[in-house]
């Protein structure tokens, strides 16, 4: 399959080959399994698809297969593709970003989560995070579903998670440390107490609960 922007694409080749410490990884004859892609768009050259994936957090990959005159990208920011198999297919190449978070976290949406097996209260989970990570608090929209989609596929086994949220009893409602108010129309806070948890039973959406409570805790960087 020819593609547009030839010496563009031979230099990305050249720089995201498969090399430690590379950002992408290139595979040629590949393309991300159509259950994992979250979106598509059309672009000039394979260059932009790349482009596009590279500089979007969420982005994990992309496959790009060229149609006429235009490169059509297909975009994953699904976490399950990092680690499923690619599908053979001749006419597309797929950029990956590679897994560059520290050991014993994974990589969720562009940050990196440590989940503890282990349990405490809070004062002790804030300071039980490993060197380098702070206790979570996905205050963006975007990070929190990220964060949620990825307890329910994967540690849902667990009931309660600590992150870095309070509850303010002045107007009864949750703040992340910086300042970011949690927006959710189902958010809990029957208890009227002054910390909170990801509850499962409450589909993981903060709940307040006492700081003496004993739960697993889950700690983020950005990568």
Known sequence: MFFS?????ASLASSFSAVQG????????????????????????AC???????????CLAVSITQAASVSKCHFSSN???LTSLLITAPAFITFMKNKVCKPGFEEVGGFCYFFSTVTANFDEAKSSCPTGSVLAFPSSATQMNDLLDYIK?????????WVDATLQLSDM?????????????????????????LQKDNNYLPSDTIGGSIFNYICQYRK
């Open 48 to 58: 932009v698809c790349r482009n596009r994936c590279f500089v979007d957090t969420r």
């Open 173 to 197: 409602k949750f703040y992340w440390p910086d300042g970011i108010e949690i927006v959710s129309p189902k958010i809990g806070n029957i208890l009227s107490e002054p910390y909170a948890r």
């Open 22 to 45: 590379s950002p992408m990884t290139l595979f040629t004859d590949a393309t991300i399994a159509q259950a994992w892609t979250t979106s598509s768009l059309e672009a000039p050259s």
């Open 79 to 81: 976490a399950s593709v």
């Open 153 to 161: 596929k994967y540690k849902a086994g667990v009931d309660n998670w």
């Open 5 to 9: 922007g030839v010496f563009c694409l």
